[in-house]
């Protein structure tokens, strides 16, 4: 049964920082591109940051660059999303997904690779 676990969200204020975990089980870690998406109320789920098998290679949206970045350890079946500099906006449930590898690069910031899907974490952002 594949599984991926999110932690960390919580309420910050803004111009601080958190850290969500996403834990993977279930399945060859390693084979997947690693994703996080938020969805704020009201709005469509939209692509946050990605990152390669290796964890070498990683794309962030343009509104959280600077601010967020996307570590993984591939030996702990776990990927990141630190998170800087919060902001009002970046208040939204965050998701972390696991994407085919065989996808063009662009299609990443798609949600049509993932293939699975965590539950989400709430995160917060009082002004």
């Known amino acids: 049964q594949v599984q991926l676990v999110e932690s960390g969200g919580g309420l910050v204020q803004a111009g601080g920082s958190l850290t969500l975990s996403c834990t993977v089980s279930?399945?060859?870690?390693?084979?997947?591109?690693m994703g996080w998406f938020r969805q704020a109320p009201g709005k469509e789920r939209e692509f946050v940051a990605t990152?390669?098998?290796?964890?070498?290679?990683?794309y962030l949206a343009d509104s959280v660059k600077g601010r967020f970045t996307i570590p993984r350890d591939n030996a702990k079946n776990t990927v990141s999303l630190l998170m800087n500099s919060l902001q009002p906006e970046d208040t939204a449930v965050y998701y972390c997904a696991a994407g085919d590898p065989r996808y063009s690069g662009t299609e990443y910031i798609t949600r049509r690779p993932y293939k699975y899907w965590g539950q989400g974490t709430q995160v917060t952002v009082s002004s």
């Open positions: 279930g399945l060859a870690f390693t084979s997947y591109v």
């Open positions: 990152t390669r098998r290796s964890g070498v290679s990683t």
